[in-house]
C-alpha cells in the first residue's frame, strides 16, 4: 500500500490578520514609525502595547525592545553583569541565550537537563555554591517549565537573581501564575516562529523600578523616557539617566501595531495550539521505543512545539526516523547531532564558552526530537503527522530488535 504523506509545512506561520494589517497602514500613513514621534497627546502604539503587556503578565512595568536576545542581554546589563561575570543558565537551549550572557562579557555557566526537558534543579543548587555566580538566565526552552517554587527557593537561599527566557512560554502559566512573573525579569521574543509574531521583536517585565529604568535608558530612551507609560515613576531616573549607557533596541510602532491585536487574540490562539500538542502527544502514546514528555499538571502549556525521545536508539537509528519521516512530508530536528543544524544547536558548539561537559544532558540530547506545530495546521494533519511518526518509529525499532 502507498504510504500516506504530509503536505503542510512546518515552517509557514498564519498570515498577520487583517485588523493589524489595517493598524500597521494606518501607522504608515502617519510617518510617525518611531516610537517617540508621536502628535500631540498621542500614546503612540508602543507605548500601548507595553501597558497592554504588562497587563497581561501583571508585571508593574514593560519595555518593547528590538528582539528577544536584545531583551535578555538588556536585562543583564541593567542587573549590572558584566565582563568576566559568570551566569548560571541551561545546558539545553538556543543559541541566543548563551550568546546574550556573552554579549555582556560574562561567561555561560552550563546546568544539567531532566528528562523533563527542564534545568536539573539539583545541578542548579550544586552549580550556585561552586560557581560564583549571581544571575540564573533561565530558559524555558521549549515552553517546558521546571518546578518554579522549588528553583525559586533554591535561587533565594543561594542568592542568585533569576532572569526568566519565555521565548517559548508567552502565555504559559506555572501553578497559575504566568511564565515570566516568577524571577526579577521576564524576557519574551515576538520573532516570527514565536507565538506573536512581528518579524522580529522583544518584551522585557518587571516589577523591579530601578532595573527597568536602566533598562528603558539602556534602549535608547535618551531623555524621553517620560513618555513611556508602562515605566517607574519619573523619578526613579534620576539616579540612573546620566550613568547608564544608550544601547539602542528599540521596538517601533509599525511592529507594536501588528502585535496588539495579536496580543488580544493571543488566548484563543494557545487553544489551538494545544489542540494540535494534546493530538500529536496521544497519536504516539504507547508507541515501542518511544517516550512521551509528560507535562506537569502545574504547568499550562503552550503548545506551539512537540518534543519526544527515543532512549537507546543508535545515532543511524535516528538518522533512519528522521529520514524516513522526511519522505513522508514529516520534519523532525535531532538535538543529538555533533554539528549545529539550522536552529538547532548544543551547548558543546557555543565555543566561545569556557568549555564544560554535562553527560546527562547529552544523554537526553542523544535521543531528544523536536517538532514545530504551526498554526497553520489543523487537528487532522496533526493526527496524521503522529500516524507517520508512529509507523517509522516502529518499523525502525522493530528491525533494530531483530
Ligand atoms: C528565539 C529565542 C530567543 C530570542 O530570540 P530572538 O530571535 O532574538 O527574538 C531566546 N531564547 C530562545 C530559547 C529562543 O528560541
Not at 534545568?119 to 549571581?134: P, V, W
Not at 564544560?356 to 531528544?368: E, K, N, S
Request: glycine content about 8%; proline content about 5%.
Amino acid at each position: 500500500m502507498e504510504k500516506t504523506v504530509f503536505k503542510g509545512s512546518f515552517t509557514q506561520q498564519e498570515p498577520i490578520p487583517e485588523a493589524a494589517i489595517e493598524a500597521a497602514v494606518e501607522v504608515m500613513r502617519s510617518g510617525r514609525l518611531h516610537r517617540y514621534n508621536l502628535a500631540p497627546g498621542e500614546a503612540g502604539e508602543v507605548a500601548l502595547l507595553e501597558e497592554e503587556f504588562a497587563a497581561f503578565t501583571g508585571a508593574n512595568y514593560c519595555l518593547a525592545v528590538a528582539s528577544g536576545g536584545y531583551a535578555m542581554s538588556c536585562a543583564l546589563r541593567a542587573m549590572g553583569v558584566g565582563h568576566g561575570d559568570k551566569v548560571l543558565s541551561n545546558g539545553f537551549t538556543l543559541a541566543p541565550v548563551p550568546g546574550a550572557i556573552a554579549s555582556v562579557g560574562a561567561d555561560p555557566v552550563f546546568v544539567e537537563t531532566t528528562e523533563a526537558l527542564t534545568i536539573d534543579i539539583d545541578d542548579l543548587a550544586l552549580k550556585a555554591e561552586t560557581s560564583g555566580a549571581r544571575v540564573l538566565l533561565l530558559s524555558h526552552m521549549r515552553g517546558h517549565i521546571c518546578d518554579m517554587a522549588r528553583l525559586m527557593s533554591v535561587c533565594d537561599a543561594a542568592g542568585i537573581d533569576v532572569v526568566e527566557d519565555c521565548a517559548h512560554t508567552m502565555g504559559a502559566e506555572w501553578d497559575g501564575v504566568p511564565s515570566g512573573r516568577h524571577g526579577r525579569v521576564g524576557c519574551y521574543s515576538t520573532q516570527t516562529y514565536k507565538h506573536i509574531n512581528s518579524g522580529e521583536g522583544g518584551l522585557i517585565v518587571s516589577d523591579d523600578a530601578e532595573l527597568m529604568a536602566r533598562a528603558i535608558i539602556l534602549s535608547g530612551s535618551y531623555m524621553l523616557y517620560p513618555r513611556h507609560t508602562a515605566r517607574p515613576p519619573v523619578d526613579t531616573f534620576e539616579n540612573v539617566k546620566l550613568t547608564t549607557p544608550n544601547v539602542s533596541g528599540r521596538m517601533d510602532h509599525l511592529r507594536a501595531s501588528i502585535l496588539r491585536v495579536q496580543l488580544a487574540d493571543l488566548a484563543a490562539q494557545v487553544d489551538r495550539w494545544n489542540a494540535l500538542y494534546r493530538t500529536v502527544e496521544e497519536g504516539l502514546r504507547n508507541t515501542p521505543g518511544l517516550k512521551i514528555v509528560e507535562r506537569d499538571p502545574r504547568e499550562r502549556i503552550v503548545g506551539s512545539s512537540i518534543q519526544f525521545l527515543l532512549p537507546g536508539f543508535s545515532p543511524g537509528e535516528i538518522g533512519a526516523v528522521v529520514e524516513a519521516c522526511r519522505l513522508r512530508g514529516v520534519e523532525l530536528k535531532w538535538f543529538g547531532a555533533e554539528e549545529p543544524v539550522a536552529f538547532t544547536s548544543r551547548y558543546d558548539s557555543w565555543r566561545y564558552a569556557p568549555a564544560q561537559r554535562l553527560p546527562r544532558t547529552d544523554a537526553i540530547l542523544a535521543g531528544l526530537m523536536d517538532m514545530r506545530l504551526p498554526l497553520t495546521f489543523s487537528v487532522s494533519d496533526a493526527g496524521l503527522i503522529a500516524e507517520i511518526i508512529r509507523d517509522e518509529v516502529q518499523s525502525v525499532h522493530r528491525h533494530a530488535a531483530e
